[in-house]
């Protein structure tokens, strides 16, 4: 009877070392499965990671790219920009022919950054302003830009101080390409010993205002097929590459379309912002849409000057020109 207890307590005893060790295999194999599962997870975390990093590093790649290239852009445009003190200064401006007086002891301040419209009757001595300021026309007083003397220098010599002009009819080469013009204009700045160098493909300058005078895909087209308003705008183009911050125009829409005259209007807008821009025009749509500022002449003297709604409520000014019309 002794052996049977100890049989059965010996068969108890197993059981409870077969339980025990049931229990834990079966803990060690829950371990086993969490333990894979934290490591599928690092693993999966850690990949993302990797990801977020080859992203990170892919974006700062591409942000140091767009400063250099933003930088790029700044340096040109501040290259091509003013600054306040870049105005022109009139006073006194005084023209004759043979005794006629064209001009009369005039003043006139026009700002950096502004679009200023000189309008009036034919005659009234608007274009004539513009010939002694850039030295085609002789005559008396002062006229400063950047504080440098304009008055009694040869034209080339202005245009080298930040002059330019344009006249009513575009003066570009025809049988040169758009691209081939621009280069000749920028040309006109180099020293002498570097027009002699040769070109390797096109400058950031002029490719730049390609696409500010809108005339990149005209790029190789020769200037003489341009209809008007590309000719124009590719003069303009020529006298920002010679990095003019004065720019005299003489009736630059004469004979656009008016989505050229708008075009044009953008474009001169555009200038505005860091050059002084003056524009001769009989275009009264034209210079509504697009003046900062205006200055009205008769007679060779300035009969008034103010804004667009200034001038337009200056019963002096409608007598004399608005409401007669040309």
Known sequence: MSNDINHKEATVTTNTTDVADTTVTTDTDMDAAQLREEARQMRDEARRMRDEVS?????IVSERKRMEDLKDELAVL?????????????KGLHVEFDGFVAVKN???????????FLIGPNGA?????????????????????????????????????????????ASVVEELSVLE?????????????????????????????????????????????LPHGKKQWL????LLVQDAHLLLLDEPVAGMTPEERQQTGELLKRCSRNRT??????????????????????????????????????????????????
């Open 78 to 90: 501040d290259d091509r920009g003013g600054q306040w003190s870049d105005y022109l200064e009139v």
């Open 277 to 326: 821009v003056i524009i001769v025009e009989h275009d009264m749509d034209f210079m509504r849409s697009f003046a900062d500022s205006v200055t009205v002449l008769n007679q060779g003297e300035i009969l008034a000057e103010g804004s667009v709604e200034d001038i337009q409520n200056n019963e002096e000014v409608v007598r004399i020109y608005l409401g007669g019309g040309e």
């Open 181 to 225: 013009n621009l280069q000749l204009a920028e040309g006109f700045r180099k020293k002498t010993a570097d027009l002699f160098k040769k070109v390797k493909g096109v400058s950031q300058n002029i490719q730049y205002m390609l696409d500010v005078t809108g005339l990149t895909a005209d790029a190789y087209k020769p200037a003489g097929i």
């Open 55 to 59: 992203r990170m590093k892919d974006e």
């Open 235 to 238: 003069e303009i183009g020529m």
């Open 106 to 116: 005039l003043d006139l301040t026009v700002e950096h950054g502004d679009l200023r």
């Open 125 to 169: 001595g608007k274009t004539t302003i513009i010939d002694a300021i850039t030295g085609l026309t002789p005559a008396t007083g002062s006229a400063t830009f950047r504080g440098e003397q304009l008055l009694g220098r040869k034209p080339n010599d202005i245009v080298k101080l930040g002059v330019g002009r344009t006249f009513q009819t």
